[in-house]
């Protein structure tokens, strides 16, 4: 027979399970009843990355009625085999959770609170900040004479929301700039 080691997990703990408590005496019937109820019963299953760093573990999301209903390691993915650091664990919550962020906040400058903002206001600022520095430092030669072209009071980080292809584009942006301060989230 043919079986993946996921498939060969649920087989033998399922069965290795029941089979233990069934020969202790216990009733199953219950317990079967209840694992009717999991919130994974009838769920459809699709395997994904987390992109929140360059090992791009396997995710196993459950699907129920168009909605993520639980996320979890997969077991044949060779590099992590079914594990998930926290990052990756809160998979699920990152979507769903009532704390995540729905709009840009802004902090003006002598202000103790974050605001909410529209996210035209927040590239407009973004853009205004970048040009004025940018028109402020930017640096044709170094203290030896030599050709640069560079902005060194820039720093950008990138976010783990980023795919590849932005990461390429964000990091050509930045280059034609001439900024040449930056790190990505998913090295640290
Ligand atoms: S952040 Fe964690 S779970 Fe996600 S790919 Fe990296 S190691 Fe895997």
Known sequence: MDISRRGFMKLTGAGAA????????????????????LKIEGAKEVVSICHFCSCGCNI???????????AGGDPDFPVSEGALCAKGAAFQSMHYSDRRLQKPLHRAPGSDRWEEKEWD???????????????KDFMVKNGKGQQVN???????????????????????????????????????
């Open 18 to 37: 029941c089979l233990g408590l069934a020969e202790l005496g216990f009733d199953l019937a219950p317990v079967r009843a209840v694992a009717a109820d």
């Open 60 to 70: 196993i999301m459950s699907i129920k009625d168009g909605r993520m209903v639980a």
């Open 121 to 135: 206001f927040v590239l407009d600022r973004i853009a205004r900040k970048v040009k004025d520095t940018r028109d």
């Open 150 to 188: 560079r902005v060194e009071s820039i720093f950008e980080l990138g976010a783990s929301q980023l795919d590849n292809e932005e990461c390429a584009l964000t990091h050509q942006m930045l280059m034609g700039l001439g900024v040449v301060h930056m790190d990505h989230q998913a090295r640290v």
